[in-house]
Nanobody
């Protein structure tokens, strides 16, 4: 079975940084992505990276602040989050898809982790 395990969340102040990790096991997929969901809001796309090349996509709200990267040897994808804002507060999820191109919709991803909480205080 496919398993995705997120880690690295926590409570920080505005302007601080966090690094999230997502370790995958069970199967290989073309795309690995990060989504987030705040209370009362829909789950939204944050960033994605292709497993075998450097194709990357970011949501406009995080461009210039967040960086996604991968470590193939560890089957792990990272999300470096800098200059955090209270608006970034959410549960962050990793997800995988078979799509050959990066997609940004929740429906485009097949497997999801349990999420890790990120809370940014003002």
């Amino acid at each position: 079975q496919v398993q995705l395990v997120e880690s690295g969340g926590g409570l920080v102040q505005a302007g601080d940084s966090l690094r999230l990790s997502c370790a995958a096991s069970g199967r290989t997929f073309s795309t690995m992505a990060w989504f987030r969901q705040a209370p009362g809001k829909e789950r939204e796309f944050v960033a994605a990276i292709k497993w075998t090349n450097d194709n990357i996509d970011y949501a406009e709200s995080v461009k210039g602040r967040f960086t996604v990267s991968r470590d193939n040897a560890k089957n792990t994808v990272y999300l470096q989050m800098n200059s955090l804002k209270p608006e970034d507060t959410a549960v962050y999820y990793c997800a995988v898809a078979r799509n050959l191109v990066i997609v940004t919709t929740r429906q485009g991803y097949e497997y999801w982790g349990q999420g890790t909480q990120v809370t940014v205080s003002s």
